[in-house]
């Protein structure tokens, strides 16, 4: 860890303690304590999924698999943190980190699960439901309050600089991973070997991934969260759409690139630059008072135009937005809010902590709010071939390009993303 790192993430847990202990005296609380989790086994069996600790505990510790662990937090005085750092000879005991922000915290070892101490009026937040103590606690604190997780979520929506600079790394460690996924592309790999090469270059085992990688070959690159991994390269190469990430201290990096195969169309390789300039231009566009909203309709007009420009649609771009053509071609939001959680928290709220929900005509939005700095988003404006969505469409008099539709099919779709910080004067884009 540099000393640049601890610096910022020392101001960061002065800013926490700062804001932690304004919102326990506006809710009348004494202490707050904020469990990380644990993971369940499956049904009738006895393994369970990969686990991620609550994002309120990772905010201040920056440990993404800690289970049965509890940080208490009052006003004036230091974290105490509890870690269940039991004995064990079936998996490696949890270990602290050697560094110096440990200091900030009163820690404790604890051998056995544990209930948090609470003090004077108390509230308990995070996933406690499955928790044997779940009434005892019950009866001694607040579960849950909703005023209170609203005002954290919306601490959470703004990033520190050390918040920051944990995104950009994220960033830099998974373009090492994408990088390494398109020479696997160029060498006729399969999806499972991208996959494994994506894996390798940035340097985490699957499990430890903020979500579930999507490589999508040829026409798998028009299924907007594609799961599985063929085993075998397929005999004609057409298009890659590579959507994967990487953790650093919790938080992450959400990036799609989209490649043209040697057996594409031409067209379709010229899309794919049309929509790297598309995203590069709405990025520009971010700055604070921008309404996020406003974006994702900006890129509807856009994404009429690029469909006028390339053929794939003879009337106007006004026409292609207004008749919802643009919207068949790409039904998913601009982007959405990241940071410890890759759909970060309060994207679809007001700042008083009433619901903003999405327009009724892009019901799939993430995002509503104006951007301010200290926000990061996701930019991914997209192109797909997606027969469910354009079929009625086929039984109107638009003028769609069919011929061209049917033509770039086997492509599936284009998704280019980057990662941006709103900064006081602009952007800030983390995915270089």
Known sequence: MTTTLFNLQREHIA????????????????????????????????????????????HWVGLADVQHSWLVIQPGERPQLYLYAPADFWHLPTQLPKEPWVAAFDVHLCSDKISPPLTGNAAIIGDIERLATNAQLASKAAIQPEA?????????????????????????????????????????ASELDIQLAYLAASRQRESAVPYQNIIGLNNHAGVLHYQHYDLNAPKQRYSLLVDAGR????????????????????????????????????????APGVSFVALHEQMHHHLGELLVAHNLFKGSAEQAVAEGVTRAFCSHGLGHSLGLQVHDVAGLRHPDGTPAPAPEQHPALRLTRTLRPGM????????????????????????????????????????????VAVTESGFDNLTP
């Open 247 to 286: 953790r650093f201290r919790g938080y992450c990096a959400d990036i799609t690139r989209t490649y043209a195969g040697p057996d594409a169309p031409a067209a379709f390789g010229e899309l794919v630059t049309a929509m790297q300039g598309l995203k590069d231009e709405l990025v520009k566009g971010i």
């Open 148 to 188: 209170v997780v609203k005002a954290l979520d919306e601490l959470r929506l703004f990033k520190t600089p050390y918040e920051i600079a944990c995104l950009r790394e994220a960033n830099r460690l998974a373009i090492a991973g994408h990088q390494a996924a398109q020479a696997a592309f160029i060498g006729a």
């Open 376 to 419: 990061v988003v996701t930019i991914e404006p997209g192109l797909y071939i997606i027969n469910m969505l354009l079929a009625p469409l086929r039984n109107t008099s638009l003028p769609i390009n069919w011929q061209l539709v049917d033509q770039l099919a086997p492509c599936g779709g284009i998704r280019i993303e980057d990662n």
């Open 15 to 58: 800013h926490l303690q700062r804001a932690y202990s304004e919102i326990l005296a506006d809710n009348g609380l004494d202490s707050l304590a904020i469990y990380s989790g644990h993971a369940s086994v499956h049904f009738a069996d006895d393994h369970a999924p990969p686990f991620q600790a609550y994002g309120h505990f990772i």
